[in-house]
């Protein structure tokens, strides 16, 4: 059983919108960190945003404003909407959770191209 399993990547212009989602399957459990993180051509992963189980979310700071996250913790989903998108969104996007027994899983990663 994947572990996570994300949706909603793909190929929009800019100032566009689109919304990620991951679930995590049902063998994980007391997740308490829920994240998005993204991998550009040539960089190195970097945050996008996370939030816990009791709703506190921490942003970086190139999307503030234009990205919010959320989740569903009855599904254990986290979504990623983002609006106001730029070419320089353009990256593989990565979710990733952590448990409170000190587990951590990652997607498989879905593809967001930001066309000028």
């Known amino acids: 059983q994947v572990p996570l399993v994300e949706s909603g990547g793909g190929l929009v212009q800019a100032g566009g919108s689109l919304r990620l989602s991951c679930a995590a399957s049902?063998?994980?459990?007391?997740?308490?960190?829920m994240g998005w993180y993204r991998q550009a051509p040539g960089k190195q992963r970097e945050l996008v945003a996370t939030?816990?189980?009791?709703?506190?979310?921490n942003y970086a700071d190139s999307v503030k404003g234009r990205f919010t996250i959320s989740r569903a913790n009855a599904k254990n989903t986290v979504y990623l909407q983002m609006n106001s998108l730029k070419p320089e969104d353009t990256a593989v996007y990565y979710c990733?959770?952590?448990?409170?027994?000190?587990?951590?899983?990652w997607g498989q990663g879905t593809q967001v191209t930001v066309s000028s």
């Open positions: 990733k959770t952590d448990t409170l027994l000190g587990e951590r899983y």
């Open positions: 939030i816990t189980s009791g709703g506190s979310t």
């Open positions: 049902g063998s994980i459990f007391s997740i308490y960190i």
